[in-house]
């Protein structure tokens, strides 16, 4: 039996730090024109702003001053203004929020300052200086409708008004609590959490020759992770949830530390 489909990571699957693989449908090219033109729109008005606000502040001064201020405005208006929106928005601009569309990265993680800048770059010669041609023909031929900017950036855009369903995570096995409590747990890579979660997830639909097999090949890749080893006669289904329940209570441990300190820090 060759390896199961939930072990494997589709291309299109976005993936939360929590390895939960999340189908969110990629924005349609139509979806990115719409967005595209509505953002061009918009950094024209903020471009007309800024630069009669330049040319008005150095009107009174020389050529090269002026020239300076040009150059100045464009850069804010073609770099740092997309730069700011995106990452203030979260991965959201003008367009993207009026057509329900998001900028993120293509582990599905929300989209850094970096990756917003590497984007606005992109998009100079791509969008305005070739006027949309080569993002155009980017979006049709990539199954994601990435155009170069998001290539650049490792970045993808998805519709954002999509309703999801999780299933429930996986439970502690009462059993080994004690063991995961003090058990040393490192991170494992993103397909593996994934293919960990869906086993557990389909566990009941499995027959038991593959329940077994498929378990204890999860649990083969997932023991170099974590130290030490569970109890002797661990069936490794009640393994995979403790580890896996056992790193979802520290992160949420730890998350509310973090949000302890910074609300005991700006109550002062």
Do not use: N
Request: charged share 20%; proline share 9%; hydrophobic share 45%.
């Amino acid at each position: 039996m060759s390896t199961p489909d939930f072990a494997m990571l589709s291309p299109d699957d976005l993936v939360t730090g929590e390895a939960v693989a999340l189908d969110l449908p990629p924005a349609s090219v139509a979806a990115r024109i719409g967005s595209g033109l509505l953002d061009v729109v918009a950094m024209g008005c903020v471009g007309f702003a800024v630069l009669f606000l330049a040319l008005v502040v150095s009107i009174r001064a020389d050529d090269a001053l002026q020239h300076v201020a040009v150059v100045c405005s464009l850069i804010a208006v073609f770099l740092v203004y997309p730069t700011t929106v995106e990452t203030l928005t979260r991965g959201k601009s003008l367009g993207k929020l009026v057509l329900g569309l998001r900028v993120v990265r293509d582990d599905g993680g929300t989209v850094t300052a970096q990756q917003a800048f590497v984007r606005a770059l992109i998009g100079i010669p791509e969008i305005y200086a070739l006027s949309g041609g080569p993002a155009f023909f980017s979006c049709l031929v990539s199954s994601r409708g990435k155009r170069l900017g998001d290539y650049a950036a490792g970045t993808y855009v998805v519709r954002d008004r999509v309703r999801l369903s999780l299933q429930p995570p996986p439970l502690m096995p009462p059993a080994l609590a004690h063991w995961a409590a003090s058990a040393d747990l490192r991170t494992p890579p993103v397909g593996l959490g994934l293919a960990i979660r869906q086993y557990l997830t389909r566990l009941p639909t499995l027959d038991p020759s593959s329940r077994q097999r498929i378990g204890e090949m999860l649990a083969d890749r997932l023991a170099t992770y974590v130290a030490p080893p569970p109890p002797p006669g661990t069936p490794p289904w009640d393994f995979l949830a403790a580890a896996g329940a056992a790193r979802r209570d520290r992160d949420l441990a730890r998350l509310h530390r973090d949000e302890s300190l910074r609300a005991r820090l700006t109550s002062r």
